[in-house]
């Protein structure tokens, strides 16, 4: 055992160092968000989704220098990166739209003009939707209409419709009655 330690002695500090920094990188980043999310009056489940996005990309940047650590050919890494992402690239064009919806849920997080509470309108001509808005989630809207009915509303449409804000903070409003 102490051969293995005395033979890989600075792949193993290297290695460590790495993971030390990308876990401070991971920690500053999520922090971040979630003092982002509390100015701008978001849930902290949206805060904690966005840190879960950023803790998988750290990962995989960590793979990806572990594998040059290790000493890995430049050549059999690109090889495998591009044959991961040539699969998942295919696997995702299928599933496009649940892509959109979550890119559209980091882009609501970060500069979204209304939160939950808001009575938003949606200028929709197929749909026309005016409502409080529940909870932003990943993939949707959750928004309560006045007769009560729920409508889900995907995060990539609302980005793509003009919305006009009816009432700030109606849902506060409506229960402190």
Do not use: C
């Not at 749909?127 to 009560?148: K, M, S, T, W």
Request: charged fraction near 20%.
């Amino acid at each position: 055992m102490t051969k293995f330690f005395e033979a890989y002695q600075s792949e193993i500090i290297y290695s460590v160092v790495v993971l030390i920094v990308l876990f401070i990188i991971r920690t500053i980043i999520v922090l971040s968000v979630k003092r982002i999310g509390k100015r701008s009056g978001t849930t902290e489940a949206r805060a904690n989704l966005i840190g879960r996005y950023a803790t998988v990309t750290l990962v995989l940047i960590a793979l990806l220098i572990e594998a040059f650590i290790l000493g890995f050919d430049t050549r059999d890494i690109t090889l495998v990166f591009s044959s991961v992402f040539a699969v998942i690239g295919i696997g995702l064009f299928a599933i496009w739209s649940i892509l959109s919806n979550i890119t559209s849920g980091v882009i609501m997080f970060f500069s979204f003009p209304y939160k939950v509470g808001d009575k938003i309108k949606i200028h929709d001509k197929d749909y026309p939707v005016e409502a409080i808005i529940e909870d932003i989630r990943a993939f949707q809207l959750i928004l309560r209409e006045d007769n009560g009915d729920l409508v889900t509303y995907p995060n990539n449409l609302i980005l793509q419709k003009a919305v006009t804000l009816v009432k700030k903070d109606a849902l506060s409003k409506s229960t402190s009655k």
